[in-house]
């Protein structure tokens, strides 16, 4: 297994590697980017050549080597990256993956499964009875061809759990594994399947995997839901998974658009017609975790609303969950069908032109109020601005802003200067009522910064010289700096020619995972931050204070150490405000 690991490391440069991903920019020795595993609008995302590792400063913290990056991009196992990584490097894994003996990997095991759950469905779709009626109301009720419905492995679950008895007990399928597919569920000592008597979807996700299901009943029925969807599992979770997006993941990279719809047959249908760049959302509104899926693949979506206001509501929602992101999305809203199923058999070319015509969800939104308020009456055009002004304080592109702002100014005859003003004004008084938002960034840390200066200079014994005429060991707050620069002062003493190579090989695999971390965080920050001899101060200032503290705090306290760390104090503060 180590060999494997060592080979993909060689051959994987991880700049290369997370380059192919994402957009890396130079910093100084290293590189930035904006971290793909939180939102955030300004880069804290790390990468060192030299190293060969990543790690993010901002809101998840996250950090580690290719292999974990693949990990993370990809939602897998190590295990599974392994492989996968291996493969792709025509590397031999198989026989170090025998040898490290991972049989449980549960979340391959629930994916085999479902995969053959769903071949299954799709067998008794044309090979039972029940199945057969099934398959006629998909053909002349929906309008579905034969190809489509197995394109999309559309399949039955009859209302006997006979079948399922049957291949339980020849292949020993163990309850336990049946149970975490979500696809059955227990009553008493017996598992039953929750899809009885239903047109069965499988959700198949972006690595053509099926993570779940969903399941509509033949006959709309009081009492009985329409649609039921897998419950959450290992492998399934709602709020990252578009329904069809397997098959459509190709034309929306290519035409870098994405069509959001909500059900399965608004997918299916146009996708029959050639309208193939589209993505099911199981849900009203689409999520944070969707987006950052679907924005892997384009920056436009148009979300696809049906006529009723469910779909205004889901798209004032929408803005609230786009704000963060460089994503540009539209509405298109179909006046003459309930939702794009019915619209696309309607009526193709009117759909196809509803389809060309997106308006951007901000206009939208404005157009929307406009409709609601009386814009002649004073209470009506302060309460259109009240919801105007939240709208535009979603707005952080100013190009978009100004656009907005002018249109906006001029219909409602008033200048663009004193628009803005009213939406400052009305937007401030709302944000009182505002709970402030957790800030992305940290506090800066000298300790830190200082060990990733040292690290990164081209003479470490030089700088470790000056940092000792300044500090001592028991200035350092924490405990790792303090304890890597023990380290790096005794190597110093041998080695003039000391290398940060030569200070990582003698450091723990704990302190070396911080000095890594130290390394990437200075050029993480601005250049502003390095000048060392500001920083050494700072730490002592803070040093020097925390010992007053610390003597004060006794109960009998020592006056002449007291005065003469108040005295080194106020000497040190006075040579730091000259830098
Ligand atoms: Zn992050």
């Not at 991903?21 to 595993?37: D, H, Q, S, T, V």
């Not at 790390?46 to 991009?73: H, L, N, T």
């Not at 959302?281 to 679907?294: D, N």
Request: charged share 30%.
């Amino acid at each position: 297994m180590d060999e494997v690991l060592q080979q993909i490391k060689q051959k994987l440069d991880i700049v290369d590697f997370i380059g192919s991903y994402i957009e890396l920019k130079r910093a100084g020795k290293n590189f930035k980017a904006k971290c793909p595993f939180h939102q955030e609008k300004t880069p804290s995302f790390m990468v060192s050549p030299e190293r060969q590792i990543w790690r993010c400063f901002g809101a998840c913290q996250e950090g580690g080597d290719v292999i974990s990056f693949y990990m993370k991009w990809e939602n897998i196992d190590f295990i599974t990256a392994v492989k996968e990584l291996a493969e792709k490097l025509g590397l031999d894994y198989s026989r170090a993956l025998r040898s490290s003996g991972t049989s449980s990997n549960l979340k391959s095991e629930i994916l085999g499964l479902n995969k053959r759950i769903a071949n299954f469905y799709s067998y008794l779709l044309f090979n039972s009875k029940e199945g057969r009626i099934a398959l006629d109301y998909l053909k002349n009720k929906r309008g579905l061809s034969e190809s489509i419905i197995k394109k999309f492995g559309i399949g039955f679950s009859p209302s006997t759990d006979l079948y399922w008895k049957r291949v339980f007990s020849r292949e020993q399928i163990s309850k336990q594994l049946l149970l975490k597919t979500g696809v059955f569920y227990a009553r008493g000592s017996e598992v039953y399947d929750r899809f009885q008597s239903r047109i069965v979807f499988p959700l198949v996700n972006i690595r053509s995997e099926v993570v779940g299901f969903s399941g509509r009943v033949l006959e709309d029925k009081e009492g009985v839901a329409k649609y039921i969807n897998t419950p959450e599992t290992e492998v399934y979770h709602k709020r990252e998974s578009f329904f069809g997006i397997d098959q459509t993941k190709d034309y929306i990279r290519d035409k870098n658009l994405a069509y959001i719809v909500e059900g399965e047959f608004d997918l299916i249908k146009p996708y029959q017609e050639g309208f193939k760049n589209f993505l099911a959302i199981k849900g009203s509104a689409i999520t944070e975790e969707q987006i950052k899926l679907v924005s892997r693949l384009t920056d436009r979506l148009v979300l696809v609303f049906d006529s009723d206001s469910a779909g205004e509501n889901a798209a004032k929602r929408t803005l609230d969950v786009i704000k963060d992101f460089e994503i540009e999305v539209y509405v298109v809203r179909l006046n003459f069908a309930k939702d794009p199923d019915e619209a696309v058999s309607k009526d193709k070319l009117k759909f196809s032109k509803a389809l060309s015509e997106p308006v951007n969800i901000y206009e939208f939104i404005l157009n929307l109020y406009k409709q609601k308020y009386d814009l002649n009456s004073a209470y009506g055009r302060n309460s259109f601005l009240q919801e105007a002004a939240y709208v535009f304080n979603l707005i952080k592109n100013p190009v978009i802003y100004d656009f907005y702002l002018k249109k906006l100014a001029e219909e409602l005859s008033l200048s663009e200067n004193k628009l803005q003003q009213e939406l400052r004004f009305l937007s401030r008084r709302r944000k009182v009522f505002t709970v402030k938002p957790v800030k992305d960034e940290q506090k800066i840390d000298h300790e830190k910064i200082l060990l990733g200066i040292i690290l990164q200079s081209e003479n470490i014994s030089s700088v470790i010289d000056e940092v000792f005429k300044v500090l001592e060991l028991s200035d350092f707050r924490t405990v790792a700096v303090a304890d890597t620069l023990k380290i790096i002062q005794q190597l110093s003493k041998t080695n003039k020619e000391l290398t940060a190579q030569d200070i990582f090989d003698n450091l723990s695999a704990e302190l070396k995972d911080f000095a890594e971390t130290a390394y990437l965080y200075l050029d993480f920050l601005p250049s502003q931050e390095r000048r060392i001899k500001k920083i050494l101060y700072y730490i002592k200032i803070l040093s020097l204070k925390h010992k007053i503290k610390t003597i004060t705090s006794q109960s009998d306290v020592d006056e002449t150490s007291l005065n003469d760390l108040i005295k080194q104090l106020r000497q040190i503060e006075q040579e730091y405000l000259s830098f």
